[in-house]
T-cell receptor, first 115, second 111 residues
Framework: AQSVTQPDIHITVSEGASLELRCNYS??????LFWYVQSPGQGLQLLLK??????LVQGIKGFEAEFKRSQSSFNLRKPSVHWSDAAEYFC?????????????FGTGTRLQVTL | KAGVTQTPRYLIKTRGQQVTLSCSPI?????VSWYQQTPGQGLQFLFE???????NKGNFPGRFSGRQFSNSRSEMNVSTLELGDSALYLC??????????FGPGTRLTVL
């Protein structure tokens, strides 16, 4: 069965500093990978997704992620964090290639931004 | 285009009762998925409906059920509520099966 690991439960960065959130997946075939963000009391917003092709994916709000098959990783990065980026971030993998309708999520990483 | 809407946003029930949650997908989306989010178990897939048929199912007991109507609106029902059913229930809709759009969720509290 597929699984997603987010090793960091909580990360604190200073505003303006760079950010990298880690995600490792376990899936036999080529996965569909996603990063979502959730603000308190809100639903999930898609930041970016990877299906195939270029392994460096650009998303919204200045985020990017790189798919590394050899490391089974899909880490999320941002060069300069803003205070409004404070939220919880979830990495997810689609269970069945060809559809994103059944997602397996990691446990999330809570990002705190200090001014 | 309006986003995914869920009603009600907040709900308080007591153990043993049943509850029905509603989800209206984005116009034109035919797939609706439901997820449960709790602090202990995180985000877990419940089930997915496509064109009124359950297409995928997660590992939840039979007390959790759902359905989808011809206009793609979906409902999920939980019978015989338990304290552990307290959670944020998220609905997501999809058009081409390559991206899910999530609603704000329904916060269910079971007392």
């Amino acid at each position: 069965a597929q699984s997603v690991t987010q090793p960091d439960i909580h990360i604190t960065v200073s505003e303006g500093a760079s950010l990298e959130l880690r995600c490792n997946y376990s899936y036999g075939a080529t996965p569909y990978l996603f990063w979502y963000v959730q603000s308190p009391g809100q639903g999930l917003q898609l930041l970016l997704k990877y299906f195939s092709g270029d392994t460096l994916v650009q998303g919204i709000k200045g985020f990017e992620a790189e798919f590394k098959r050899s490391q089974s990783s899909f880490n999320l990065r941002k060069p300069s964090v803003h205070w409004s980026d404070a939220a919880e971030y979830f990495c997810a993998v689609a269970a069945d290639t060809g559809t994103a309708s059944k997602l397996t999520f990691g446990t999330g990483t809570r990002l705190q931004v200090t001014l | 285009k309006a986003g995914v809407t869920q009603t009600p946003r907040y709900l308080i029930k007591t153990r043993g009762q049943q509850v029905t949650l509603s989800c209206s997908p984005i116009s034109g989306h035919r797939s609706v998925s439901w997820y449960q989010q709790t602090p202990g178990q995180g985000l877990q897939f419940l089930f997915e409906y496509f064109s009124e048929t359950q297409r995928n199912k997660g590992n939840f007991p039979g007390r959790f059920s759902g359905r989808q109507f011809s206009n793609s609106r979906s409902e999920m029902n939980v019978s015989t509520l338990e304290l552990g059913d307290s959670a944020l229930y998220l609905c997501a809709s999809s058009f081409l099966d390559n991206e899910q759009f999530f609603g704000p969720g329904t916060r269910l509290t079971v007392l």
